[in-house]
């Protein structure tokens, strides 16, 4: 079945370093492909996507690219701020008639000043 | 606010009670998902919906878990019998889709639920 995997946390990391979450994918067919981020108190929000090989999604200064060979879709800032601190999830929609979401377990990010 | 809605966001009930959920989902968007979140997981899928149709289900969800969607706008989400192991967040997610389009699913902020 479709699988998501994701770098385990916690990560703490300095305002202003650079950030990278790794997520590789097991899926049927073409996927699409996303990170949701859950900031403290607050519910699941869509930060970016990608729907085919080689798209980039990009939203807020971060950035993802799916990569088919490798299966993978890391997420990547090049400056965090303090306002970054959430957990982020990587997940998956498989297609081909199949609608729902399989997520990873999530990283939790602290930025501290 | 025009998102997803959920109600109660809390619930505390006793083990054997029965509990339902409310979802509303978008105005517009005819595709409704429940999604099971437990402490240090990810959401996982429960069922979906089309409309008013109920057309896939997980696993996870068993006999004593049912959902439906009258008329095709809110949902609810109903558990008979709670056990501990039901104490999770509750998620439900809507989007707008055709045919095997896979759009984006925007989620409501969940209800939360301990069974003591």
């Known amino acids: 079945g479709d699988s998501v995997t994701q770098m385990e946390g916690p990560v703490t990391l300095s305002e202003e370093a650079f950030l990278t979450i790794n997520c590789t994918y097991t899926a049927t067919g073409y996927p699409s492909l996303f990170w949701y981020v859950q900031y403290p108190g607050e519910g699941l929000q869509l930060l970016l996507k990608a729907t085919k090989a080689d798209d980039k999604g990009s939203n807020k200064g971060f950035e993802a690219t799916y990569r088919k060979e490798t299966t993978s879709f890391h997420l990547e800032k090049g400056s965090v701020q303090v306002s970054d601190s959430a957990v982020y999830f990587c997940a998956l929609v498989s297609g081909a008639g199949s609608y729902q979401l399989t997520f990873g377990k999530g990283t939790k990010l602290s930025v501290i000043p | 606010d025009t998102g997803v809605s959920q109600n109660p966001r809390h619930k505390i009930t006793k083990r054997g009670q029965n509990v339902t959920f409310r979802c509303d989902p978008i105005?517009?968007?005819?595709?409704l998902y429940w999604y099971r979140q437990t402490l240090g997981q990810g959401p996982e899928f429960l069922t979906y919906f089309q409309n008013e149709a109920q057309l896939e289900k997980s696993r996870l969800l068993s006999d004593r878990f049912s959902a439906e969607r009258p008329k095709g706008s809110f949902s609810t989400l109903e558990i008979q019998r709670t056990e501990q192991g039901d104490s999770a967040m509750y998620l439900c997610a809507s989007s707008w889709g055709s045919g095997d389009q896979q759009e984006t699913q925007y989620f409501g902020p969940g209800t939360r639920l301990l069974v003591l």
């Open positions: 105005s517009e968007h005819n595709r």
